[in-house]
Structure formats: structure tokens, C-alpha cells
């Protein structure tokens, strides 16, 4: 907002209390989107991030909102649910300069070299240079509305008021009147409408002159106000909502339009969850989260967004991991002090309370409510299962797919089923039941009772620890069910593997064959 050369120090500007010492400085006005051109510009040149804490759209989003920026564009970001859109456009206000000057007084932030108002206007008319000053922080430049169909013209744009009409026996169509609704009172800030389709038709319709010309009608009477504004909004998909859309010519002076999208790897997808879970600090002495257990969580996530049983139009949000993963954590905490445990981790059996944390954040097609919310919750934890599993031992389908050519290959006698011990002690008649409040010491027991388990982990993982070990014990279990070479069955408070064809009438060992769609 001032001249490079002569630019006050940021230190100094609360110094300046009248116009007279504002020109003096020499200040040299500047609209918002020239403002935040020039702070981005100086950005790029210094290699600074313009984004902080946005992770993924490093080579997407972030250059399209660049170039929008640059060109001075109002911008509307399109996207599903919990893509980060409303909070790319708060930390806009990080481009713009620190402080600002406003004429003293007045609601709609005038700048005092170019002020809009009648109210400004008199008072630089009535006090010349000696008119007030009032510094503005980029922090308080800043307005957003949640569209809701009950947000009405007065709420954005203002309204007359009768009474302050009558008191100054004033006409309705003069300014003073005026009750200032959010969008003028966001004067030489940005502005945010969320959810920009949930606005009802006709209120988009009062923005179009705000947008093109600056115009602002109230009641029928006209009024010039040439506000300076960048206006941002958010949307979802208009065929999600299905409350409304966004009306053509709206939407044709909106100069940009940007997609947003989910994280599109696993290894996004957990810095976000690392970035936003709120873990308290007690809970972290008490419970270690290993990456195995991380990348479950954010693989439930992608499982979500390619479910046959949830609508895809509706988005699955990366609160559901941050939720899921604060979950997992409080079931780990909860069982170490029911049991007395200084120190614990986040076990398989622990998952079982990321439930509420998936079926609150999932909208579920026809087909997904007849299943039941807590059905399809659960298929996506196994399906997540089923998916990691494979990146940390042999795929059990390969080797079926081995054993249905007839005559073993020779790569087969040379590697023999590495899960045959393991599938053969269940065959046997034997189980293991895991109470979800086992304690740590008696859970490494009971998995050290399977055969041939402790050896398949030594095997693939030889320099994990005990515990490591014995969480990866416990994953192949959950990981063979999952592939239908064991049975599994959760009950209220345990959950229990025992042999499969046990568990379906002692059916031949053709059966292994079928995989059961989780």
C-alpha cells in the first residue's frame, strides 16, 4: 500500500493518526488484488511457500490458484468435501500486506486517498488532513458467510433501516441509512461464500453487479459503491448437493474455477492425518502408532472412495483417517488404563474402534444402507486389510492361483506356502480369542499359541523387535481372514480366528478357492 522507497517501517505505522501524515509518508493506494499480486510475485521470487500445510496440491491446486492470483481473478473452488478449500482461501490473507490504513470510523474500511462512502467522504470534507486514521491488520480483512437457503440480501449486502431514517429525517434512498451487510463491511478484504449452490438463485443474482460493476441495489434504490474485494467461493459438485447450483451468469463472472481433489498416495494422505490429528501429549507417552497401523487407516479412506456401497458423488473427507486415527489411538489408551499399562501401542483388535469414526463419514448408496452402515464400515477396515497386506507379505492369491494349475511349478516347490503351518494348526480343531481389553502381555501369549506364526514374521520382518513382531503376528491373522483361509468372527467384546471349513460344516478343501468379497 506504500511506495517501495518510501515505505513505512511496520514498526512506525501505528505513528500515523492523520491524513495529512498518511501523504506525507508517501502512501500510494492499491487495490486487494494488486496487493496480493505483488506479496505473491515476492513470494515466487524468494522460493517462500505461498500455501503452508497444504499437502498434495504441490504440482495442481496450489499453481492454478497462483495464476488466478496473478491475474487478478476471482476464484471459485469446485471439489468435494474436505478438500481443503475454505482453508486455502483463509490463508489467502497471508499475501496481503500487514497493515493497511482506513478512514477512522468507517464500516466499510475506506481507504482515505480513495474513499467510497458518504460517511468517509465527509469526514475527509469536514477534518482535511487532520481527518483519523485506523490501521487494519491483514487478519481482520477477512469475511465468509456459510450459505444456507436462509441467507437473505440484508445478510450479504445490507438492508435500509427505518429507525436510523427516521432520526436523521433522511430519505430511504440516502446512503447513511444504510444497515452494511457482510460483503461491504469486507471492503478491500476477501470474502468467502461456502457451499455457493446452497444460495438461493436469487441472492446469487444480487452479487452479478457487485462482480462486474460494483453497483450495489438495496430495496430498489441504487447506490455506487465501487468495493474492492476479492471474492473466493466453495462448492461441491452441484449434482451432490442437489439443494441448487450456481447460476450461469454467476458463474460466467467468476474468472476461475479450480478442482480440488483427494490425496492421490497413501504417503499424502498420511502427513495430512500426521499434520491435523490432535493427539493429546499424555497419549503419546502412553501409545506408540506404528507406520503399519497409519497406512491401515488412510487405506480405509481410499477403500471408501471406490466402495460400490458409498456414493461416490457425496466424497469420502480426509476427517474420516484424522478421526479414525485419533480413534484408534483413545482405544489403545482406554485398554492400557483399564489394564494398568504405563506403555502401549495400537494393536489390530484396536480398530475396532475406529467404527463410529467410519459410519459418521460416509454417505451410503441404496445397496450400502441395506447392508447397514456398521456391515460396510467394517467390510472397508477388511478390504483396507486385505489391500495392505499384500505390501508386506506374499499375496495368498498368487499362491492359490499356483495351486489351480494343477501341477506345482517349480518356483512353487522351491517356495512353499509360507501360511500352510499357520492354516494348518486351525485345521486342527485349535482357535485364539482376542478380548479387545487384552492386555499386552497376555495378547504376545496367545499369539505365540498358533504355530508357524512367530516364523512367518521372523522370516519376512528378522529385525523387528517383540512387540513389532507381535503386532505383525496379530496383522497376518486378520490378513489370512481377510483372504478367506481362515475364519474370523467379531463379537461384542473379542474377536475370534479359528478354522474356516470348521466354521462352514467342515466343507472340503476346494473351498479355500472362493474369497469371500469383503
Known sequence: MIKESTKVPVRGLRDIKTLGELKASGYQPKSIKEEIRQNLIAKLKKNEPTFSG?????????????????????????????????????????????????????????????????????????????????????????????????????????????????????????????????????????????????????????????????????????????????????????????????????????????????????????????????????????????????????????????????????????RLTISAFENAVSSAERRAIINNEKQTQVWMSDLVGIIPSITGKVELVYEGEQEGPYQVAMNLVDKAIRTQFAQYFPNPDTLKKRRNTGKPSQEEKTDENPYRPITAWFDKGNNINISFNTSDKDKILLLYKVDGLNALVKKYFPKTNEEQAALLMEFVLHGLSSYSLISKKIFENKVEFKDLMGSMMNFTEKDFEFDEEA
Not at 167 to 181: I, M, P, Q
Not at 201 to 228: H, T, W
Request: charged share 30%; proline share 5%.
Open 54 to 318: 497444504i499437502v498434495g496440491y504441490e504440482d495442481t491446486v496450489i499453481p492454478d490458484v497462483e495464476r488466478a492470483l496473478l491475474s487478478k481473478h476471482n476464484i471459485l473452488f469446485l471439489g468435494l468435501r474436505g478438500q481443503a478449500k475454505t482453508r486455502m482461501a483463509r490463508q489467502m490473507t497471508e499475501l496481503l500486506d500487514e497493515y493497511i490504513p482506513s478512514v477512522a470510523g468507517s464500516d466499510i474500511n475506506d481507504d482515505p486517498i480513495n474513499p467510497v462512502s458518504k460517511f468517509a467522504n465527509e469526514e475527509i470534507a469536514t477534518h482535511g488532513d487532520e481527518t483519523p486514521i485506523h490501521w487494519i491488520h491483514r487478519s481482520e480483512r477477512y469475511g465468509e458467510k456459510l450459505a444456507t437457503p436462509d441467507v437473505s440480501v440484508a445478510d450479504l449486502i445490507g438492508d435500509i433501516d427505518p429507525i436510523k431514517a427516521a432520526n436523521l429525517k433522511l430519505s430511504f434512498a440516502d446512503e447513511r441509512v444504510l444497515h452494511y451487510g457482510i460483503i461491504p463491511r469486507s471492503n478491500r478484504g476477501i470474502f468467502v461464500i461456502n457451499e455457493l449452490p446452497d444460495l438461493q438463485a436469487r441472492i446469487q443474482v444480487a452479487l452479478f453487479n457487485i462482480l462486474e460493476e460494483g453497483d450495489v441495489q438495496i430495496r430498489g434504490f441504487k447506490l455506487r459503491l465501487p468495493l474492492d474485494i476479492l471474492f473466493v467461493f466453495t462448492a461441491n459438485p452441484e449434482d451432490y448437493t442437489n439443494r441448487g447450483s450456481i447460476v450461469t451468469p454467476l458463474k460466467d463472472r467468476i474468472e476461475s474455477q479450480i478442482l480440488t481433489h483427494y490425496p492421490k498416495s497413501l504417503e499424502n494422505a498420511l502427513e495430512i492425518t500426521e499434520q491435523e490429528a490432535v493427539i493429546c501429549e499424555d497419549q503419546k507417552q502412553r501409545v506408540k502408532v506404528s507406520d503399519l497401523v497409519k497406512r491401515l487407516i488412510e487405506q480405509i479412506a481410499f477403500e471408501a472412495r471406490s466402495s460400490e456401497f458409498v456414493d461416490k458423488k457425496s466424497g469420502v473427507s480426509a
